[in-house]
């Protein structure tokens, strides 16, 4: 089998990532197995099997943060969705209900002529209880009643006609890593603690934008320790992590907002 050929130089250098998200420029910085020199590789750490696990949920809501940066604004809706008291069902029938409650949806948008939006995330308590969230976009005066009377026909009971729905907007702020977070905490605890409702750890409409990534090799021996924004942006605050890769190798991450944009405060959940 013939070698495969790399066009990389020898000496230090780190990978540097990209994602421009909305308002939003998160970098990634990481060394990497492939490229620059022995002395980079030696600070590396063997990975255990809990720390991968918890590398790849920090990528999922890498991932669900720019989905929410590039496809939704402040004064969108963030949804809790619940059952009637003591209503049981598998995954399967959950499903079933969210995806007749998504046809509901989609109808009232389209007489408003707009199209909706959605990341969807939920899981199975070990004792039965269901966990079910959603982004969506408002886009049209009177959504939130909307949303709330299309669930109530899609689950309610002659005992229970009008399950609550818990509607709470996006902040003006944009700092929406602890609501990225959580979307992936419950799929995740649906997949360890019962059952997953999703087959992933999130589910999203195909109409989302993928927010713009570019990579690119920094022939240099290390990053700054403590990054300078580009002009025009701030580091979010709490947003820099300095940790190790999949792979074990050094890893520096930090979010930058334009400095335009209104902040206010941010989501609790």
């Known amino acids: ?9 020898k000496g230090p250098a780190y990978v540097k990532k990209t994602m421009i998200a909305g308002p939003t420029i998160t970098i990634d910085k990481y060394i990497s197995g492939r490229i620059g020199t022995k002395d980079q590789h030696r600070v590396r750490i063997h990975p255990t099997e809990e720390k991968v696990m918890r590398w790849q949920n920090k990528r999922a809501e890498r991932k669900v943060y720019g989905l929410l940066e590039e496809n939704f604004n ?48 939920g899981s199975i308590g070990a004792k039965g209880g269901i966990h079910l969230h959603m982004v969506l976009n408002k886009d049209f005066d009177g959504a939130e009643a909307a949303i ?27 700092e929406w890593h602890q609501l990225a977070a959580y979307i992936v905490k419950n799929g995740v605890e649906g997949r360890e603690k019962g059952e997953p409702i999703f ?71």
């Open 148 to 174: 709330e009377k299309a669930w109530q026909d899609t689950v309610g009971t002659a005992a229970c006609p009008f399950p609550r729905v818990n509607i709470r907007h996006l902040d003006r702020s944009h």
């Open 74 to 121: 402040p004064d969108d809706l963030w949804c809790t969705f619940t059952y009637p008291a003591k209503t049981r069902k598998s995954a399967e029938e959950v499903r079933k209900d969210v995806d007749r409650f998504m046809r509901r949806v989609k109808r009232i948008y389209r007489k408003h002529e707009k199209e909706v939006k959605s990341i969807k995330t």
């Open 199 to 269: 087959k992933h750890r999130y589910s999203t409409s195909r109409n989302l934008r993928k927010p713009k990534e570019k990579v690119e090799i920094i022939y240099a021996g290390w990053w700054s320790e403590n990054p300078k924004p580009i002009k025009g942006y701030e580091i979010i605050k709490d947003s820099q992590r300095d940790t190790f890769g999949k792979e074990g190798y050094p890893y520096q991450t930090y979010t930058m907002i334009r400095t335009n944009v209104r902040r206010n405060y941010p989501l609790r959940i």
């Open 1 to 9: 089998m013939r070698k495969r050929s790399t066009n990389y130089k």
